[in-house]
């Protein structure tokens, strides 16, 4: 019952996808969730790594501590390792899935960190790079997981991050957000409810939408921290005159969203399902 | 001492032993607001609500309350007070009358939950409040008396108000209540113990997985509020604690009591969490511990010889 309920609450590895790490062992366990999806779908993993990194950090280490074939992978061309400078082509990413599709593939992902891409990347370069890698992800059988460490990244590569990837993933919470609409699926608390906030004013910075509307369905718990996220998060979109729509919470949530008020506020209504 | 009436929120306690001690006390005092324009709200027992309303003539400005339903839990029964105090407010009555039957069963935990309701009163309204708390002398026990007679500034008796000479600062009320007697539950070996915490998400894992051991039965409205307030607990000592914090459960099929400590001096505030707060203060830290106060059946919080210590419990229905 456990397993059936996790993964109907899990919103999936697909897409352009945002991850951000606290930790080295939070980067490592997604990666590695990342890149057996691939596996598993026969698709080709393309990864690139910094040549200075310790050997223990490196994906086939990762892979292999969890028990993969990772030679027999490589081998295969289904794992992929390829230096910085060739994981951004000149020609742009899409040639990384072209050169698959010419040895069999029909569908690749690719993945690596921001402190790599930034070594051969300018941070104009990369913010680029993202903007078409949002693209390529939304209409080729291509997607993404990009790396990011919160602490360590410059304030607006990471902001730039939220606005580019219409999926995030921290180590408690996913979002995935499509037209007027933000699904959210975890938990949020005070160790991670500055992810909900930064994903609430990307979905509602540059939108033509006048509603937003939250999916709560698949979100476990959440508290103040969380509730003033959701409140600040979407100050600007409201004050715009933008309305937001939190709907189907389950009994906790609900509860808590109730007794601090969020529904009081201008412009938030709180509704027990999606009409 | 004789006093006159004030325009500001008054809190006064009446003692009586028999009907008429009660109709003495409360029915002028219930009487001379009606004259001054005043609505008047009985939360007594049926015969107590009854013989006042008699009194009164059944005058038409009188509200009764279910008393069950406004005395459980010492920050709603203060939000019902202030919530009825707004609504006739826009109704355009300037004042209200209340009289209030206290009913509590006496056990510790009620105890200092009713002190706490008693000293939140003196200081969580405008001036538009005159209260009478009424005390059956045969029916409650001699601590919920003597809370009583130091948490209120007046005692009325036959129409007279008289200045109470044990009446104690509620802050001091409150802090003196803040050191606990052991838990019953407490005394054995807890459930869970974190010495060092770290994620909050893995301490919301453990509680959630042992009430669903320890409790099979507790229905998933009280395991959300305990998670939630564990939570609040504990990232409040994260956030604002010294040294590392620990955290003790104990559970029960009945009951769940769980203490958060560290290094710290804590909160000084009494008041933290007791009196409501207006929804768009999202900001303030008091919001966090006024949510464990909603959703718990007991809050305390009191110093140790090695720091701070917060204790909670829900009930299992």
Known sequence: VTSIREESLDLGWDGHLLLLHRSEDERRDALAAWVLRGLDLGERVVFAERDDDPPDRSLPNVLRQRGVDVATASEQGRLHALPAREYYPEGGQIELLHQAREEGFSAIR??????????????????EAESTLEFLCSTQPMSALCQYAPGETPGGVVQNGYERHPAVRDAQLQSRREDGTLLLAGEIDQQNSDVLEATLRAATANTAEDMLWIDLSRVVFLEVHACRALVMGTQHFRDDGGDVVLHSPTGGVRRALRLLGVHLQPRITLVRERP | VTTTETPETTHDALFFASHDEMLGGAAPFLRDGLEAGEHVVLICDDDTGAALAGALDHDQRITVLPREQVYQRAPEAIATYREFVAEQKDNGVRRVRVAGEIGFTGQEADWTEFVRFEAGLNDGFEASLSNLCMYDRRALDRDTLVAAAVTHRYLRTNGERIENSRYVDPADVLRRVSAPAPDPVGAGGATLV??????????????????????????????DNLVIAVNEVAGNALQHGTGN????????????VCTVSDAGDGFLDPFVGILPEPPDNLSDDGMGLWLVRQLCDEFTAYRTRDGFTVRLAIRFH
């Open chain 2, 194 to 223: 974190v010495d060092a915490l770290d994620r909050l998400s893995e301490l919301r894992r453990l509680v959630r997985e042992i009430v669903g051991h320890a409790a099979p039965e507790a229905s998933p409205d009280d395991v």
């Open chain 1, 110 to 127: 690719i993945t690596t960190e921001t402190r790599t891409a930034l070594t051969v990347l300018s941070v104009r370069a990369y913010a």
């Open chain 2, 245 to 256: 914090v620990r955290v003790r459960l104990w559970v029960t099929r009945e009951r769940a």
